[in-house]
T-cell receptor, first 113, second 112 residues
Framework: GNSVTQMEGPVTLSEEAFLTINCTYT??????LFWYVQYPGEGLQLLLK?????DKGSNKGFEATYRKETTSFHLEKGSVQVSDSAVYFC????????????FGQGTILTVHP | GAGVSQSPSNKVTEKGKDVELRCDPI?????LYWYRQSLGQGLEFLIY????????KSGLPSDRFSAERTGGSVSTLTIQRTQQEDSAVYLC??????????FGSGTRLTVV
């Protein structure tokens, strides 16, 4: 079956630091990959997505590249802000589980001024 | 409506009671999903409805859990004889097709 593994958290950074949150996956076929973000007290929001190998998803300064050779979809941002503090979830759809999303366990990010 | 609406936002119930959680998807969205988010855990898939097809119930954790979707719109997740391990945030999402989910804010269920 499908699975998603995210780096262990929590992650604590100072403002303007570089962010990487690792995500690797296991799936058959050609899944679509997603990053979702959950800000404090809010629902899950789609941050970015990529639907095929070598695609780069980007939004709000965040980027992630679909790497089929390493089965990875790492999230990066060059300069984080306090407002980026949230929980980040990597997810995939497709392969053997068409229709439903399979999520990683989430990574808590805290950014200090 | 503008987004996915879930009710109630919070529910406290006694162990052994039944509860119903409601989800109003975005109008016109054919796919509807229920997930569960437990403290310190990721999101666990529960059930998926797509149009008039038979739902994918593969994620329901026990036969105490059931869900229905009436008229291809509103969905109700029912938990019978609640247990303390059922305490979690129950999230609903909808999609115009199998893509681009929009999540509701969830129902926080506490079983005491």
């Amino acid at each position: 079956g499908n699975s998603v593994t995210q780096m262990e958290g929590p992650v604590t950074l100072s403002e303007e630091a570089f962010l990487t949150i690792n995500c690797t996956y296991t799936a058959t076929g050609y899944p679509s990959l997603f990053w979702y973000v959950q800000y404090p007290g809010e629902g899950l929001q789609l941050l970015l997505k990529a639907t095929k190998a070598d695609d780069k998803g980007s939004n709000k300064g965040f980027e992630a590249t679909y790497r089929k050779e390493t089965t990875s979809f790492h999230l990066e941002k060059g300069s984080v802000q306090v407002s980026d503090s949230a929980v980040y979830f990597c997810a995939l759809r497709g392969g053997t589980s068409y229709g439903k999303l399979t999520f990683g366990q989430g990574t808590i990010l805290t950014v200090h001024p | 409506g503008a987004g996915v609406s879930q009710s109630p936002s919070n529910k406290v119930t006694e162990k052994g009671k039944d509860v119903e959680l409601r989800c109003d998807p975005i109008s016109g969205h054919t796919a509807l999903y229920w997930y569960r988010q437990s403290l310190g855990q990721g999101l666990e898939f529960l059930i998926y409805f797509q149009g008039n097809s038979a739902p994918d119930k593969s994620g329901l954790p026990s036969d105490r859990f059931s869900a229905e979707r009436t008229g291809g719109s509103v969905s109700t997740l029912t938990i019978q004889r609640t247990q303390q391990e059922d305490s979690a945030v129950y999230l609903c999402a909808s999609s115009p097709q199998d893509y681009g989910y929009t999540f509701g804010s969830g129902t926080r269920l506490t079983v005491v």
